[in-house]
């Protein structure tokens, strides 16, 4: 009898999450925060550099999954400067764990807030660390009319309606940055999972 490979196996996806949490048992919030951030890092730097002439090659890139940073995800651009991931990447992997196990352990949350403290506010869970440390270092690889582009995150809601949003003495800069109003984003947080900004470095 042929044997197939199972295409979107759960059990790959709730492994991935108990690995986690048995990491942060052994190793603590900081440990833990420290080896995602690890991870990401390395991954974003295996990906190749990118060279485009004008910004709007670069979105073209990015909206046709071309790009190290919407390879995984599926983005939308309300404005040329922010990007929308419509789904969360780790949506199905936190579905499957909720299904078969229950509410993520409390270690996912709890590394998220020592992020938040430590590094920068942004994150609900293990997979929002994750995934916006991946973007710092994926966009230090893209080059833009032969300048780099910045990154800032403004806001990112779980499944459960849980939402993050830049601090409020930040939100006046990014929504200028973003060139969308406060209702916008309210808006947009209503049916995506992540709202985020790209900008060219002008350093």
Known sequence: ????????NPLVDVAAF???EDIADKQ?????????MSLAASLAKSMPEEEYATWDDFLI?????????????DVITPTDYCIVT????????????RRRIGELAPQH????EYYNNTIKPGALDTSCVIHQ?????????IRVAGKRIRYAQLSNVSQDGRHKRAPEEWLPILLEKAQISLTKLNMLQRSNACIWILYPDTT
């Open 1 to 8: 009898m042929a044997k197939t490979l199972i295409d979107n």
């Open 28 to 36: 603590g919030e900081a440990g833990m925060n420290n080896y995602l």
């Open 109 to 112: 949350y709890n590394v998220a």
């Open 18 to 20: 108990l690995f986690l």
């Open 61 to 73: 890139a990015l909206k046709n999954r071309e790009s190290s940073l919407s390879v995984y995800e």
């Open 133 to 141: 440390t991946f973007r710092k270092f994926a966009t230090e690889r």
């Open 86 to 97: 419509t789904i969360c990447p780790y949506w199905r992997g936190i579905a499957e764990y």
